[in-house]
């Protein structure tokens, strides 16, 4: 760590400093001075999740990969790369490890920028049109993934915690042991991206985002083996959207730009809007609004809903589409338009969604509230607090209460 530390060019107080201003990012209340470095650096080793820590503030001051075992901090026994290992057996291990720090209640995987940048320097280039064929295997995976994609759209997923993760533990070693030829099959590996890609909605919407991120990054090692380049474009704009949730805006756009890149422009229309609507939304989020309102206006051009459908991953409703757009529309400051759009949201939103309605009509209340209109903003808010009632999770409990924040400041004023 001294190594690097020198070659950072920071003080043992530098390092103290920025290990503290990044863990309260991640909630954390670190009081760490000169000496706690000293002593890490005489031979000591913090709890988890400081050797994370400390290794992603490095990682961001050299502009490069370092791992908490490159530190020295952490154990080397767990240093094994799950990049080099076969992509199933990386996602048991992760999932195994995952299941077992939630029964022992262990600190949370932490955000690292270092590596989604190092995947994306990876060989994402092999992508292919993967198989449409679907082996039983496959399909029973599938059948899963749509399950508990439906329920994370309909209810959020707090109520989930770690079943879904403890199912993806239990089969995949399974699957391995098998040694099948259903095994390496692009389906079942597409299957099982995708099954890591609903984990990773889950945690996200718990408000776990380096848990998230951790299962994205194993959903795009398995697509990329499956060759699924559908898969593997929607898990970036995936990632994407979960970066920019933490105000990194410079990753996010990286994210969405390589993902339409990925997909190609013979990728099914749904993606493709799916996509630039993503794109959009960083572009405004930096201040290009040009380019914004261009990818905005090729998201809503291309946009065709597949209502056949059979997979979630393989559409984008009407009503989502919207809600991309009420939200680029507001990064660029347009007000009237940016609350129709989410009106236009609403109107085809359907009515089990209710994590969906929470957050869409708490949006619409707000907007209206901003503009002194309490009596249309009255009945958004009465339809946002009804669908809560029913949702459990952490974006729609944000949204429902700067509601309630915002509808208490109005009061007080009139």
């Given at each position: 760590?001294?190594?690097?530390?020198?070659?950072?060019?920071?003080?043992n107080?530098?390092?103290?400093?920025?290990?503290?201003?990044?863990?309260?990012?991640?909630?954390?209340?670190l009081?760490?001075?000169?000496?706690?470095?000293?002593?890490?650096?005489?031979?000591?080793?913090p709890?988890?999740?400081v050797?994370?820590?400390?290794?992603?503030?490095?990682?961001?001051?050299?502009?490069?990969?370092?791992?908490?075992?490159?530190?020295?901090?952490?154990?080397?026994?767990?240093?094994?790369?799950?990049?080099?290992?076969?992509?199933?057996?990386?996602?048991?291990?992760?999932?195994?490890?995952?299941?077992?720090?939630?029964?022992?209640?262990?600190?949370?995987?932490?955000?690292?920028?270092?590596?989604?940048?190092?995947?994306l320097?990876?060989?994402?280039?092999?992508?292919?049109?993967?198989?449409?064929?679907?082996?039983?295997?496959?399909?029973?995976?599938?059948?899963?993934?749509?399950f508990?994609?439906?329920?994370?759209?309909?209810?959020?997923?707090?109520?989930?915690?770690?079943?879904?993760?403890?199912?993806?533990?239990d089969?995949?070693?399974?699957?391995?042991?098998?040694?099948?030829?259903?095994?390496?099959?692009?389906?079942?590996?597409?299957?099982l991206?995708?099954?890591?890609?609903?984990?990773a909605?889950?945690?996200?919407?718990?408000?776990?985002?380096?848990?998230?991120?951790g299962?994205y990054?194993?959903a795009?090692?398995?697509?990329?083996?499956?060759?699924?380049?559908?898969?593997y474009?929607?898990?970036?704009?995936?990632?994407?959207?979960?970066?920019?949730?933490?105000?990194?805006?410079?990753?996010?756009?990286?994210?969405?730009?390589?993902?339409?890149?990925?997909?190609?422009?013979?990728?099914?229309?749904?993606?493709?809007?799916?996509?630039?609507?993503?794109?959009?939304?960083?572009?405004?989020?930096?201040?290009?609004?040009?380019?914004?309102?261009?990818?905005?206006?090729?998201?809503?051009?291309?946009?065709?809903?597949?209502?056949?459908?059979?997979?979630?991953?393989?559409?984008?409703?009407?009503?989502?589409?919207?809600?991309?757009?009420?939200?680029?529309?507001?990064?660029?400051?347009?007000?009237?338009?940016?609350?129709?759009?989410?009106?236009?949201?609403?109107?085809?939103?359907?009515?089990d969604?209710?994590?969906?309605?929470?957050?869409?009509?708490?949006?619409?209340?707000?907007?209206?509230?901003?503009?002194?209109?309490?009596?249309?903003?009255?009945?958004?808010?009465?339809?946002?607090?009804?669908?809560a009632?029913?949702?459990?999770?952490?974006?729609?409990?944000?949204?429902?209460?700067?509601?309630?924040?915002?509808?208490?400041?109005?009061?007080?004023?009139?």
């Open positions: 760590m001294a190594a690097l530390q020198q070659e950072a060019g920071w003080t107080g530098d390092l103290a400093r920025e290990v503290n201003r990044l863990g309260t990012l991640h909630g954390l209340r009081t760490y001075d000169r000496t706690a470095v000293a002593h890490w650096l005489s031979g000591s080793r709890r988890p999740p050797p994370a820590l400390v290794a992603e503030v490095l990682s961001r001051r050299l502009g490069r990969l370092v791992t908490p075992e490159w530190t020295g901090l952490a154990s080397p026994q767990q240093a094994a790369s799950s990049s080099t290992a076969h992509p199933i057996l990386a996602l048991a291990e992760f999932a195994v490890t995952d299941a077992d720090s939630d029964r022992r209640g262990r600190p949370a995987r932490l955000f690292s920028v270092q590596e989604i940048e190092a995947e320097s990876g060989a994402a280039i092999r992508l292919q049109n993967s198989d449409s064929r679907r082996s039983s295997t496959a399909q029973r995976l599938e059948h899963l993934s749509s508990f994609f439906e329920h994370v759209q309909r209810y959020g997923g707090l109520t989930l915690g770690s079943t879904l993760s403890r199912y993806i533990a089969e995949t070693p399974r699957l391995l042991v098998m040694r099948s030829a259903e095994t390496d099959r692009p389906e079942v590996l597409t299957a991206a995708r099954l890591s890609y609903v984990q909605a889950i945690a996200a919407d718990s408000g776990r985002p380096g848990l998230a991120q299962y990054q194993h795009l090692r398995l697509a990329r083996r499956a060759g699924a380049r559908p898969d474009a929607i898990t970036l704009r995936a990632l994407a959207t979960l970066a920019d949730s933490l105000g990194e805006k410079a990753l996010s756009g990286k994210l969405t730009g390589h993902a339409i890149e990925i997909a190609g422009p013979n990728a099914a229309p749904a993606l493709r809007s799916f996509l630039y609507s993503g794109h959009a939304l960083t572009l405004a989020r930096t201040g290009d609004r040009p380019a914004a309102l261009r990818a905005l206006a090729t998201a809503l051009r291309i946009h065709q809903e597949d209502l056949q459908a059979t997979s979630p991953f393989e559409t984008y409703t009407e009503a989502s589409l919207q809600y991309q757009r009420a939200l680029v529309l507001k990064a660029l400051g347009a007000g009237p338009d940016h609350l129709q759009a989410l009106l236009d949201s609403l109107r085809t939103r359907p009515v969604h209710h994590k969906a309605l929470a957050i869409t009509h708490s949006q619409i209340a707000l907007a209206l509230l901003h503009t002194g209109q309490w009596d249309q903003a009255l009945p958004h808010a009465q339809k946002a607090f009804a669908s009632r029913t949702v459990s999770s952490m974006p729609a409990r944000t949204n429902v209460a700067e509601l309630r924040q915002s509808m208490a400041a109005f009061r007080r004023r009139i």
